[in-house]
């Protein structure tokens, strides 16, 4: 912890033997109380045998229902002009084995799984990761004070000489720091194309099976039928997936049990020559017969492992364990099972490729897989949507998505999230490919452009993570990279050539959200920067005396700033149009970091700006892209318990030290951390602290400690304040290109961003601000 008053600095030896007397201190007043309080960072939660094996079971419901359903399109897909060599089945499969193998399994479950943030999946938690271990942000908010988080992990491997000079090469230019953010951003868009494809090819697939036993029935009849499935899931999506997720593991491992035995059941049925598929020679066989048609046919053989990216994304809702052991497991050989039946049964059946799922099944239990099929589905979906709603929630966080609406549906788990706006886009666009198409071919040659180009950008990603962040041997790296590339560049080559065929869906998809989530945060960013270069010099606010030139009203006023450092623009043009300010300033600072989660003891950083005369904070509130920020009375409450902490604490560590009440004035503008850390005053960290502030008992716990001996007078100052309100005041920038800036920039800012802010949601709504206690400030910001 750092403490500094203007003039004064206490930190290295001075701060260890103070610590102590603090130390002391609190153990005479508090006694086993302070105990209690005190903060032990080793903690750790172990998963005993029987609850990791029924995360396991769980996780077959929430993670892979997309991956397991893909037996019923795939050898359609594959052979969507019909089987011409009963052989080329034999080496479809072979593909289709070890596709499985070399992606889902050894790639995906054993070693992207394993680059989790502290549990959290999917592109913005690798580009987290990232942000940690190099300075790749373009949002330059981080502070030293945040790197003190508990949750602000990086890596302690030996940094290795090549990793370092990937290092610098990545921050040497912002040009290669958009480079990595655009790679990101294009792989969060495939995610969210996925999540409208998904839903539509496997509910559509699953209700093809109707045709079989009423022939006469229409395909604009199965559409329909798919289209109220696909409308009733998007409608149950507001009750959370608490509500029907008891169900969700039981359905899909029934659906796992009876693939994989109706597969041993065509094995045995049908003859067991389908085996041989499991030498990979064959895959050479089938490309040497097949030639540019075998080629082609690797779109729907890719179909086979969708589902893989939606797994890594909704990673979070499950220990790492408890997924490898359920696909591993059950999955993995359920597939293998149920692909080796099917391709048993084609063997003999080539005419019956269009439908080979329902026609290999045995006829007696034709309906009741029918009905488990479909329910599959809908757990295929919802596992995607998820995912979709996972990924918008972290694009929120790190500003590259325009203010939704989130919504928590559980009170026990964070990840359980409903986002309504995004809800109903994905229902429409998903009833659209499903009315528009009408057919599994067009969407799953979709389906599988969105699926590769996301294991692309996986890949690389990847492979910065193992240089910057376990710091691997570059040879690992090079054939991790380089197996991977040569697996999805093949099929990405070979999808490509369908982009006429549906393909398109997903670049239009993912492009329309790429340019929402590019020219949103492109805007922020320039509005941040702006704010940067036009903070107020803190002596010019020291200079005004502590009325500020004005008069001090009661009550605290919260004047929310995008700036950890600085006094805003928006506070100067405030105070020079109107004659008065509140008695308590307090510059409260909502950022959120790359981590998944601050705990909430280590959620507020609280800052003196100026003498104590002045009544002037400021009040960084962290936040994980995971977290949420909750209601207004809540943070205020919290707000103000950590102000009156700090304040108690200030006045102990005054009486451990013989320090004076000197102050310097200092600017804080073009400073580094530690200065403008001195400048602002005395510095306050809960992370760097025995007791835990941003809980209302702690902080009942240092008033009761320090009640006895230690001024009050102006925490009762502040409490007054309180009592006589809080008012919030929020600043309504509006954005627009300087004169003489490109056409393409004039475009994004004045037209795209604008239109953006307008329709998404205001920022004192994302903050939960009060109308009758809200202040908006405005001012044009030309960037």
């Not at 090549?162 to 990595?180: D, F, I, Q, V």
């Not at 691997?472 to 040569?486: D, E, G, P, Q």
């Not at 230690?710 to 300087?738: C, K, P, W, Y």
């Amino acid at each position: 912890m750092q403490m500094a008053s203007s003039g004064n600095t206490i930190e290295g030896a001075d701060l260890k033997g103070m610590m102590q007397v603090l130390d002391e201190k609190f153990d005479q007043s508090m006694g086993a109380e302070a105990g209690r309080l005190r903060i032990n960072k080793n903690d750790g939660k172990k998963h005993s045998t029987s609850l990791v094996l029924w995360l396991a079971f769980q996780s077959l419901g929430v993670v892979y229902g997309d991956l397991g359903t893909s037996p019923l399109y795939v050898f359609y897909n594959t052979f969507s002009d019909g089987i011409k060599d009963p052989e080329d089945v034999i080496g479809a499969l072979s593909l289709i084995i070890y596709s499985l193998t070399l992606v889902p399994l050894i790639k995906y479950i054993l070693i992207v799984c394993q680059a989790n943030d502290n549990g959290q999946g999917g592109t913005f938690a690798l580009y987290s990761l990232l942000c940690r271990h190099a300075n790749v942000k373009t949002i330059p908010n981080l502070d030293h004070t945040d790197e003190e988080l508990t949750t602000f992990s990086r890596s302690k491997i030996h940094e290795k000489p090549y990793a370092a000079k990937t290092k610098r090469w990545l921050e040497e230019k912002s040009s290669r720091k958009n480079a990595l953010l655009v790679l990101v951003l294009v792989g969060s868009s495939m995610v969210i194309g996925d999540g409208i494809l998904t839903p539509a090819i496997s509910v559509l697939s699953a209700v093809q099976g109707i045709r079989l036993d009423c022939p006469h029935m229409s395909n604009g009849a199965v559409v329909l039928v798919a289209v109220i499935i696909l409308v009733g899931l998007f409608c149950a999506q507001y009750r959370g997936i608490d509500n029907v997720g008891s169900v969700f593991a039981p359905v899909v491992f029934i659906w796992f049990l009876l693939i994989g035995g109706i597969g041993i059941f065509n094995i045995w049925k049908y003859g067991t020559v389908v085996l041989k598929a499991f030498s990979p020679v064959y895959i050479y066989h089938y490309f040497r017969k097949g030639g540019r048609s075998a080629w082609l046919s690797l779109g729907g053989i890719m179909l086979s492992i969708t589902g893989t990216e939606a797994l890594f994304a909704d990673l979070s809702h499950f220990p790492v364990l408890a997924i490898q052991i359920a696909f591993t497991a059950v999955v993995f050989p359920s597939l293998l099972l149920a692909y080796t039946g099917q391709a048993a049964y084609l063997l003999k059946n080539p005419d019956h490729v269009f439908d080979a799922f329902y026609r290999s099944i045995p006829a007696s239990i034709h309906w009741p897989v029918l009905i488990i099929a479909t329910a599959a589905a809908v757990v295929a979906s919802q596992a995607t949507i998820s995912a979709t709603f996972s990924l918008i929630k972290q694009a929120l966080a790190l500003s590259c998505f325009p203010r939704v609406k989130v919504v928590h549906t559980s009170k026990e788990f964070k990840r359980r999230i409903y986002i309504p706006d995004i809800n109903w886009i994905l229902m429409i666009l998903c009833i659209a490919v499903t009315v528009g198409f009408k057919n599994q071919t067009q969407i799953g040659n979709a389906s599988g452009t969105a699926v590769v180009i996301v294991m692309l950008v996986t890949t690389l990603l990847m492979t910065l993570i193992m240089i910057l962040v376990w710091r691997c041997h570059w040879l690992l790296v090079l054939i991790f990279t380089a197996l991977s590339l040569v697996v999805e560049v093949t099929y990405f080559s070979s999808v490509l050539c369908k982009v006429n065929q549906g393909g398109w869906v997903p670049l239009v998809i993912a492009a329309s959200f790429f340019i929402i989530m590019y020219v949103w945060h492109y805007g922020t960013m320039k509005r941040y920067e702006f704010e940067m270069h036009s903070k107020v010099s803190t002596a010019w606010i020291l200079g005004l005396g502590p009325s500020l030139g004005l008069v001090r009203v009661p009550g605290i006023g919260l004047v929310y700033t995008e700036l950890p450092r600085g006094i805003p623009h928006i506070f100067s043009h405030f105070i020079t149009n109107l004659p008065a300010i509140h008695s308590v300033v307090i510059f409260a600072c909502v950022k959120y970091l790359p981590v998944h989660t601050v705990p909430q003891e280590e959620r507020f950083l609280i800052r003196r700006i100026g003498p104590k005369a002045f009544h002037m904070f400021r009040c960084v509130a962290r936040y994980g892209y995971r977290d949420l920020h909750r209601k207004d009375e809540e943070f205020e409450r919290k707000l103000f318990d950590s102000l009156v902490a700090f304040v108690r604490l200030e006045y102990m560590m005054e009486d451990c030290s013989d320090s004076d009440d000197d102050y310097s004035i200092c600017d804080d503008q073009g400073s580094d951390n530690k200065s403008t850390a001195n400048c602002d005053g005395a510095t306050f960290s809960s992370a760097d602290t025995i007791i835990a502030v941003g809980c209302s008992g702690a902080s009942d716990a240092i008033i009761r400690a320090a009640s006895s001996g230690m001024q009050i007078d102006e925490v009762e100052f502040l409490q007054m304040s309180r009592d006589a309100g809080v008012v919030h005041i929020l600043g309504n920038t509006v954005v627009r290109a300087s004169g003489g800036s490109k056409l393409c920039k004039r475009i994004a800012i004045n037209y795209v961003y604008a239109f953006l802010r307008k329709i998404c949601r205001q920022s004192s709504a994302l903050l939960n601000v009060p109308h009758e206690s809200l202040l908006n400030v405005g001012q044009i910001v030309h960037v």
